[in-house]
Antibody, heavy 121, light 110 residues
Framework: EVQLVESGGGLVQPGESLTLSCAAT????????MTWVRQAPGKGLEWVSG????????FYADSVKGRFTISRDNSKTTLYLQMNSLRAEDTAVYYC??????????????WGQGTLVTVSS | QSVLTQPPSASGTPGQRVAISCSGS????????ISWYQQLPGTAPKLLIY???HRPSGVPDRFSGSKSGTSASLAISGLQSEDEADYYC???????????FGGGTKLTVL
């Protein structure tokens, strides 16, 4: 059974940093691209960042480019999102998703339960 | 403002058929396949339709998808109370080099 479990969310002040993790089990992690999608309170879904299966290709939304870094450790079957210079508008539930195939442009077939990041002073 | 345009709300009575539209451009829907996601209240989104019109195993055949040009549609027939949820369309955008989502449609079963 595919499982994606996010962790690392919490309350931080504007300008601070936070790293999210997504522990993946139940499939061959190195075969699938992975993506972070976020949802601000009461709002819709927003794609944040994606990474190819091998980690060689990464993609970012303009809203986080230069501040967030996506990475993966295929030996630990874990996806990461390093978030720097956090802003109030980054407050959201962050979902880890699995892409059906190895490319970041493949659709998301599994979603984690999400972890809440709150940026507030 | 979302790149893909969906109506903010839709409604129907049990047993009815409802359709939710999703409009985009040549760089997203027009050139790529579209997927649909269902988000039940208080839960994570779930894949509902992929590659325009394919259903993952476990998704009832009451749900169907279609695409024509730069628009797509999700249809739900035989509406049930448990279908009350938010529905999102999504596609890869070649010009943005990233995914774009619709703003979401809140479906109410009256």
């Amino acid at each position: 059974e595919v499982q994606l479990v996010e962790s690392g969310g919490g309350l931080v002040q504007p300008g601070e940093s936070l790293t999210l993790s997504c522990a993946a089990t139940g499939f061959t992690f190195s075969s699938n691209a992975m993506t972070w999608v976020r949802q601000a309170p009461g709002k819709g879904l927003e794609w944040v960042s994606g990474i190819s299966a091998g980690g060689g290709s990464t993609f970012y939304a303009d809203s986080v480019k230069g501040r967030f870094t996506i990475s993966r450790d295929n030996s630990k079957t874990t996806l990461y999102l390093q978030m720097n210079s956090l802003r109030a508008e980054d407050t959201a539930v962050y979902y880890c998703t699995r892409s059906r195939y190895s490319n970041a442009w493949d659709y998301f077939d599994y979603w984690g339960q999400g972890t809440l990041v709150t940026v507030s002073s | 403002q979302s790149v893909l345009t969906q109506p903010p709300s839709a409604s129907g009575t049990p047993g009815q058929r409802v359709a939710i539209s999703c409009s985009g451009s040549s760089s997203d829907i027009g050139g790529k396949t579209i997927s649909w996601y269902q988000q039940l209240p208080g839960t994570a989104p779930k894949l509902l339709i992929y590659s325009n019109d394919h259903r993952p195993s476990g998704v009832p055949d009451r749900f169907s998808g279609s695409k024509s040009g730069t628009s797509a549609s999700l249809a739900i027939s035989g509406l049930q109370s448990e279908d009350e949820a938010d529905y999102y369309c999504a596609a890869w955008d070649d010009s943005l080099n990233g995914w774009v989502f619709g703003g979401g449609t809140k479906l109410t079963v009256l």
